[in-house]
């Protein structure tokens, strides 16, 4: 009788812990996380439909109108799963871009591209910490709009808010902001180019350097001609390894931030520096540029991790709330259209001086 009641005792010591592992964390991510790939799988047939827009953003707009319209979806029993979209597949989905973009495609493009490629970024990123502070914006919102604007439109802002963490709100402020410049630039660029009478080579360049999101660019580039799409492409994908000193600069500001305030009152650590998905990202360059892809496989990994960032995008766009962009105003477009006009006139001027024009 004592050996039953000791493993009765047992069995209900059991039965009264709590569960460990991975199994009661799933079932919190799983509901979100489903309602996030169905938005993303949706938001990338419309991209397909209309690629000058582009899955991503229609991830994010999705999104914002699925939570607007179904007040079930704004229910705190989502917000897990929409959190894991947001964060752990937004940075799997930058390790995977890493694997289109072979270090020797900066070499390809050629010495000619780099003063035009770092000049733009510095008007990009200097131009937003002065308009953005002209117009009273707070620094996550001019740093997300900025490295949109230089680098490479939601794959930029996807990386940087893996490490800053900023407020949802304030990257549906730049979302919101590249999207409008992006559409503004694919129906405007190309006419410009034949007016100025720019070759193939100069306004890929030009676009390359000027446009923010790579599907943008691209659409402007084949609408063109001459030769400007293939160009574009290897600038624009030249351009995103900015990503990379970006983000590890940003990491270090942040953890220093940190520390200033008493968060984090130990030593500085690596992973705080150099985040483990810009390891993977730069390794996975590394693979492809040693020829470990097989070149069958780009397409899909680019499919792959354009769907990532859509599915990224989506549980953030199901986090967001149209009313905390109204409280946004006219201030980040304001700040965005000016970027977006500095940057283009410094490319050609600086193609100009450089003789590329």
């Known amino acids: 009788m004592t050996t039953t009641a000791s493993n009765s005792s047992r069995a209900t010591t059991r039965e009264s812990r709590p569960e460990s592992g991975i199994g009661p964390r799933a079932k919190a991510i799983a509901p979100g996380l489903a309602v996030a790939f169905v938005i993303a799988v949706a938001a990338t047939l419309l991209g397909r439909q209309i690629p000058v827009i582009g899955g991503p953003v229609f991830g994010i707009l999705v999104g914002m109108l699925a939570a607007a319209s179904v007040p079930a979806l704004r229910h705190d029993r989502w917000a897990p799963g929409y959190g894991f979209a947001a964060k752990p597949i937004l940075q799997l989905s930058i390790v995977v871009l890493g694997t289109g973009l072979s270090l020797q495609q900066v070499v390809k493009v050629g010495g ?55 407020k949802e709100r304030d990257v549906a402020y730049a979302i919101g902001t590249i999207f409008t ?73 942040k953890a220093r931030r940190e520390r200033v305030h008493g968060a984090d009152t ?54 967001l709330r149209f009313g905390q962009m109204r409280k946004a105003g006219p201030r980040p477009l304001v700040m965005g259209g000016i970027l977006w006009i500095c940057v283009a006139l410094t490319s050609l001027g600086l193609q100009a001086l450089t003789g590329t024009l």
């Open 266 to 319: 130990g030593s500085l650590r690596w992973k705080q520096v150099v985040p483990l998905f810009l390891i993977g990202f730069v390794l996975a360059a590394s693979v492809d540029t040693a020829g470990l892809i097989p070149s069958s496989w780009h397409p899909h990994l680019s499919d792959l991790g354009t769907f990532l960032i859509t599915f990224a995008l989506a549980g953030i766009g199901l986090s």
């Open 112 to 166: 000619s591209s780099l003063p035009v490629m770092f000049g733009t970024l510095a008007v990009a990123l200097g131009g937003a910490w002065l308009i953005g502070r002209w117009l009273g914006l707070d620094g996550d919102t001019r740093t997300l709009i900025g490295v949109g604007t230089g680098i490479c439109g939601a794959s930029a802002i996807a990386a940087v808010t893996a490490v800053t963490k900023p």
């Open 181 to 253: 410049f992006n559409i503004a630039a694919v129906l405007l660029f190309p006419p410009i180019g034949h007016l100025l009478g720019l070759t193939g080579e100069s306004f890929g360049l030009w676009s390359g350097t000027a446009i923010n999101d790579t599907s943008s660019v691209v659409a402007a580039a084949f609408s063109f001609g001459s030769g400007a799409g293939s160009y574009a492409i290897v600038v624009k994908l030249t351009r995103s390894l900015m990503i990379i000193p970006i983000v590890m600069t940003l990491a270090v500001l």
